[in-house]
């Protein structure tokens, strides 16, 4: 039991988690982290991007079943969670993509802390990053940070150039789309080229393999019951198993959206109606845990060519070059606004300076990413159409006081007119762009809806469908990209620190403290926080 005490008590072995134990400990903290998974360490399947497809509701992968979500025929969503060392790392697909700078400084101004806003995020960006470009301006790229970062044109000594990249670009400069290529003052409008956290050899960089945990005391399997508390200071945590293990300075749960505010609850902090029904003492009322759940709400969609000898496509024999293989066969994402008249219509529910704000991306995929009854053989090509701010908000709760119960999750995806409209104006703009433009109607031959059972009836998309029939098939098939946070805010659960209002020694480090949707992907953002706060630890202590 002795092993059992601490400096620091993390609890969460995620992204964030990892990277707040390894800084501590590089800064001589005593710190124990505890992760509910295996350590991946040796599976094949976590070694590289594409081969993680396989990893999706499989034996890492939390896949939290939702409640039924009226807004999207009443279907279940399997919510995906990296359940092993390393997090979401180890099951992700890669993506290094910042949100826009007005996406951060809508942070900074919930949260009412500057240091969450662009400029202040920007030296933490900095720090986590080892960019590819050395001649990249050192205020927005790092060059000795710890987490190797390509584009996907520089990627395999410039080899990983997909053979559609030229074709697909002046599409969506057909439309007024341009490239964006160097983001300046961290606006993000326009074609994007994606990028990814894979080391030199196109492998995938774990969060628990680029922050050294050698000096810290790992568990794995060993997942967390409840904070234990003297009072409303937290000293340490109780193990579903009954272990104990004792922090003589913080406890910091870094177990993610759906886990960290289950935690919460079931340590005697939440809404207090709801832990009174489950009969868990109050330890401090906090009403809004559990509140504000956002996500990324997408559609893929798979478009058919029409000559796929040409190796357009993962599948086809044509498509062989070993580099184009090294990581998701994916390069452009087109950051765009809504158009005036969805504005002018939902001007009540918008902020003012939504006309610039990024509210959609769109994403191009040589790879057909699951779809059902879709091959993966060459003859299609893919996109996803994902929802950058979305205004539903979810929800996470308890079942029962136990902690062996999943917690209970209700997305609300589309449940706004503004979701529902914003999301059927960029799926119309993803079929204009794949089917109706010079530079790529020679290529695609049209849309192909997915066939599964209770999926029937469906048809193919196309430039006249109505608004309706795409509404529908939003509602049936679209999904989410596992991009959740919100559930303990900043500003209304946490504070500029990510210190648990109401009580002490409790912080939280995890997506569920971000107050608002984000544009980009994720992990980019989330490397950058958890630098962030522990720095601020690290100097309470």
């Not at 890492?60 to 359940?83: E, M, Q």
């Not at 809404?271 to 997408?298: M, R, T």
């Not at 498509?319 to 293989?325: G, I, M, V, Y």
């Not at 003859?379 to 950058?388: D, N, P, R, V, Y």
Request: aromatic share 6%; with cysteine.
């Amino acid at each position: 039991m002795a092993d059992l005490i601490a400096d620091y008590v993390v609890v969460g072995g995620g992204l964030a988690g990892c990277v707040i134990a390894s800084r501590l400990s590089q800064n001589g903290k005593e710190v124990i982290l505890l992760e509910a998974g295996p350590d991946p360490t040796g599976n094949p399947a976590t070694e590289f991007f594409l081969s993680g497809l396989a990893l999706q509701g499989g034996e890492l992968d939390y896949a939290y079943p939702s409640d039924p979500v009226p807004t999207t025929a009443n279907r279940v969503h399997h919510l995906s969670a990296g359940k092993a060392l390393g997090g979401g790392t180890v099951i992700n697909f890669g993506g290094w993509l910042r949100g826009d700078a007005a996406d951060y400084d809508e942070w900074a101004e919930v949260a009412g802390d500057k240091r969450w806003g662009y400029d202040g995020l920007k030296p933490w960006f900095v720090k986590s990053e080892h960019f590819y470009d050395s001649s990249a301006n050192p205020q927005e790229h790092g060059s000795d940070g710890p987490m190797y970062i390509t584009s996907i044109s520089a990627a395999e000594g410039g080899q990983r150039k997909y053979p559609l990249r030229e074709t697909v670009k002046s599409a969506w400069a057909e439309l007024g789309v341009h490239q964006n290529m160097d983001r300046k003052n961290g606006a993000s409008v326009g074609l994007n080229e994606m990028h990814e956290n894979c080391n030199q050899h196109g492998m995938r960089q774990p969060s628990n393999i680029v922050y050294p945990l050698n000096q810290v005391k790992v568990f794995t399997d060993a997942p967390v019951h409840r904070v234990s508390f003297n009072d409303t200071k937290a000293t340490g945590v109780e193990l579903v198993d009954g272990r104990k293990a004792v922090a003589r300075m913080e406890v910091i749960v870094s177990a993610g959206a759906y886990q960290t505010p289950k935690i919460l609850m079931l340590s005697g902090i939440g809404p207090a109606a709801d832990l009174a029904k489950h009969g868990i003492p109050l330890v401090c009322e906090s009403p809004y845990v559990g509140q504000n759940l956002h996500d990324h709400y997408a559609i893929h969609l798979a478009f058919r060519v029409r000559d796929p000898s040409l190796g357009y496509a993962f599948g086809s024999a044509g498509f062989q070059n070993p580099a184009l293989l090294k990581g998701l066969p994916w390069d452009w994402i087109a950051n765009q606004p809504l158009p005036g008249e969805i504005l002018s219509k939902h001007q009540h529910e918008t902020k003012p300076v939504w006309e610039k704000r990024n509210v959609f991306e769109v994403l191009t995929a040589y790879v057909v990413p699951g779809i059902p009854g879709i091959p993966i053989d060459g003859t299609h090509i893919a996109t996803s159409t994902m929802l950058l701010l979305p205004t539903s908000r979810g929800t996470v709760t308890i079942r029962s006081s136990s902690p062996e119960d999943l917690p209970r999750v209700q997305p609300n995806y589309l449940s706004t007119q503004l979701d529902r409209d914003s999301l059927v104006h960029a799926a119309r703009t993803t079929v204009k762009v794949l089917m109706a433009t010079e530079n790529l109607k020679p290529i695609v031959e049209g849309e192909s809806p997915p066939v599964k059972e209770g999926l029937k009836g469906l048809t193919p998309l196309t430039v006249d469908t109505s608004d309706e029939v795409i509404l529908e098939r939003l509602q049936r098939t679209g999904e989410q990209h596992q991009h959740s946070g919100g559930t303990a805010a900043m500003g209304r659960v946490v504070d500029g620190e990510g210190k648990v209002l109401g009580v002490t020694g409790l912080r939280i480090a995890d997506a569920s403290i971000i107050p608002v949707p984000l544009g980009g992907h994720p992990q980019a953002t989330l490397y950058a926080m958890a630098e962030q706060l522990a720095s601020m630890t690290l100097g309470d202590s």
